[in-house]
């Protein structure tokens, strides 16, 4: 034991002790006097020094019912809007937009706008809504997505399409059509009619309680709809 005792002292003191001198210089900016660091704050770039944008440089979104002279009527609800077949040429994932005009494209210009109401006659922001449509000589487009395209209703359950009076092809007269969906609520599939349109009455698929309110402005329509949807 007595020859031992030595070495394990020895083994404990160096363990101890820890490296004589530091293996690293101290860091500069510990050696700062505060006139140095108060000398070194003046030289920075302060918020002042920066030009102050006098506009937002954020483009406001353009309103599509004030920018073209449109007030919905309050809504008032007459039980949910009736269902119709979607017919053979609905074509899904459509692009997202509210135009479906294209330049060169003939027919009558139309502006078609409402509320996607629930079944209380309260909006449902962001419903989305999923249109499609003949051209005006009555013709649908099967390979692409012309007169086809979805949107979603404004924070105020708004929707705003803008279009052209679609054209009657053998056996239906004048129509839209339309899908529905509250959020995470379900599909609902149903169809736009036209005020006075000949081929409505011989159209066995046509249901009255589906005809737009029309205003006839300037060159073009405006259509009033109002959608009540169940969840
Ligand atoms: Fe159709």
């Known amino acids: 034991m007595r020859r031992i005792f030595p070495v394990i002292a020895a083994l404990v003191l160096t363990a101890c002790s820890g490296p004589a001198t530091p293996t ?3 860091a500069a900016t510990s050696t700062l006097s505060f006139a140095a660091i108060v000398t070194e704050a003046a030289a920075l770039p302060t918020e002042s020094a920066s030009p102050v944008p006098s506009t937002p440089t954020i483009a406001q979104p353009i309103d599509p019912f004030a920018a073209n002279f449109i007030t919905l009527p309050v809504p008032v609800c007459n039980g ?3 269902e119709q077949t979607e017919g053979p040429y609905y074509t899904p994932n459509t692009p997202e937009r509210t135009l479906l005009f294209e330049p060169g494209m003939s027919g009558e210009r139309l502006i078609v706008v409402g509320y996607v109401l629930d079944s209380n006659c309260q909006p449902i922001p962001n419903a989305w809504l999923d249109f499609w449509q003949a051209d005006a ?5 099967n390979s692409g997505y012309i ?3 979805h949107q979603f209703a404004d924070e105020q359950g708004r929707y705003f399409l803008e279009t052209v009076l679609p054209g009657e ?4 007269t004048e129509h839209i059509h339309v899908k529905l969906q509250a959020p995470n609520g379900q599909i609902h599939t149903s169809q736009l009619y036209f005020p006075n349109a000949a081929g409505n009455t011989p159209d066995g698929i046509f249901d009255p309680a589906l005809i737009v309110t029309m205003e006839e402005r300037q060159g073009y329509y405006v259509a009033y709809f109002n959608f009540v949807i169940a969840p």
Request: glycine residues 16%; positive net charge; aromatic residues 12%.
């Open 147 to 149: 007169l086809r395209g």
């Open 24 to 26: 690293t210089a101290p």
């Open 137 to 141: 000589n009555g013709v649908y487009d």
């Open 169 to 172: 092809y053998p056996g239906r």
């Open 80 to 82: 949910l809007t009736p």
